[in-house]
């Protein structure tokens, strides 16, 4: 991979954010887009941005998911949105449990660790529907966006933007660019 690179890399959650939250989701064919995703994916990618998917999956340690299926349903997205025209450069998944204390579970950053030098942090932006997907973009120094999509208690951390559905986030992230 290149190095000294700056991408400006839009890092997504996936459950809540790109797709509609299913409890462990094991099922390719149960993947359901919000509908606003396409156009604006489409939109981001034509202004340079490249997208990465970070995303927790404790169903696999919980035996609830099976890493084969988390596989299948990555395979899945990716397949859906080049149907659209839209690329994915990275997706990554946590598998462990949250008593593992692992490195890479949102909100710690060790599931983007071989790209970090790629990212733009000036540029780049995490878009998450939880606060621990907000943490994650502080935790890596990049803006955030919360999309809230449901009530949210002891929230305590501030995304730089809060916004209702992805198409608004899309926008915001386009405006901003204007502007510099
Ligand atoms: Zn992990």
Request: charged share 30%.
């Amino acid at each position: 991979m290149e190095r000294n690179v700056n991408l400006p890399i839009i890092f997504l959650d996936r459950d809540g954010t790109i797709i509609k939250d299913k409890i462990y989701l094991n099922n390719p064919k149960e993947i359901k887009f919000y509908k606003d995703i396409f156009m604006s994916m489409k939109k981001l990618q034509l202004s340079g941005y490249k997208f990465v998917i970070v995303t927790n999956q404790s169903g696999i340690a919980r035996g609830y998911v099976s890493r084969k299926n988390v596989i299948l349903i990555h395979k899945k997205i990716r397949e859906i949105l080049k149907s659209k025209g839209i690329k994915i450069f990275k997706i990554y998944f946590c598998p462990h449990h949250p008593e593992e204390k692992c490195g890479c579970r949102k909100p710690a950053i060790g599931m983007v660790k071989n790209i970090i030098s790629l990212i733009d942090k000036k540029k780049s932006f995490m878009i998450g529907d939880l606060p621990t997907d907000i943490e994650f973009g502080k935790n890596l120094g990049i803006k955030t966006i919360l999309i809230k999509r449901k009530k949210l208690k002891n929230f305590s951390v501030k995304p730089d933007y809060i916004v209702k559905t992805f198409s608004s986030a899309a926008k915001k992230i386009i405006s901003l660019e204007k502007k510099c």
